[in-house]
C-alpha cells in the first residue's frame, strides 16, 4: 500500500489496494479519526484536499472549544 504522511502524522494519505483513489485519514488530537476519500487519483491534488481539509476542521475545533469556556 502506498503512503504519505503529512502534519507530523496528523494526515495520512494511502491507496487501497484495488483503487485508484487516495485516501486520507485525519486524525486531531483527542478526537477520532476520520477516514474518507479525496476523490483524486493524483497525489499533489490529494495533499492540497487533505490539507484544506485538516485546516478547516482544526479551525472549527479550535472554535468550539474556546466558546466551551464561557458555558
Do not use: C
Not at 29 to 58: F, H, M, N, Q, V
Amino acid at each position: 500500500m502506498n503512503s504519505k504522511l503529512l502534519k507530523s502524522g496528523h494526515i495520512k494519505l494511502y491507496k487501497r489496494e484495488n483503487s485508484k483513489y487516495w485516501q486520507m485519514k485525519v486524525k486531531l488530537p483527542k478526537l477520532k479519526a476520520i477516514r474518507s476519500s479525496t476523490g483524486s487519483k493524483i497525489l499533489k491534488d490529494a495533499e492540497k484536499i487533505a490539507l484544506k481539509y485538516y485546516s478547516s476542521i482544526s479551525l472549527k475545533n479550535k472554535y468550539q472549544i474556546k466558546n466551551e469556556k464561557y458555558f
